[in-house]
């Protein structure tokens, strides 16, 4: 399930590289979601969350615009999506007519 096909890429473009060397150990899930933060950070210029697993997981995520993807890789689950961020604004080629400013509450959560 990926909302950024350009996202989709980059993850698979990282385990892609990951297992093209042959020191690397499939099993290294750290290794896999400390990859896929980096690049995705480094590719989008903004902030990522990633997760990465030995089986399937649902996941209940607060993502930013639509950059978030969960894909399967030779039984590797993959998680990668923008940290959302209250001060982070919209950018302008993604932006949606319908969003409405509701403000923020004391606590700062809209």
């Given amino acids: ?19 093209s060397d042959p020191k690397w150990q499939s099993c290294n899930v750290q290794k896999i979601a400390n990859a896929l933060q980096n690049r995705t950070q480094s590719v989008f ?22 950059l978030i993807c969960k894909i399967e890789v030779q039984g590797r689950f993959m998680l990668s999506y923008a940290t959302p961020n209250r001060h982070q604004t919209l950018r302008s080629d ?3 007519d319908a969003i409405v400013d509701m403000g923020t509450s004391s606590v700062g959560y809209v």
Avoid at 1 to 19: A, F, G, H, I, T
């Fill in 94 to 96: 993604l932006a949606d």
């Fill in 45 to 66: 210029n903004t902030d990522f969350e990633a997760l990465a697993g030995l089986g399937d997981f649902a996941s209940k995520t607060h993502f930013y615009s639509d």
């Fill in 1 to 19: 399930m990926c909302c950024n096909p350009k996202l989709e890429q980059v993850m698979r473009d990282v385990y892609d590289e990951l297992s």
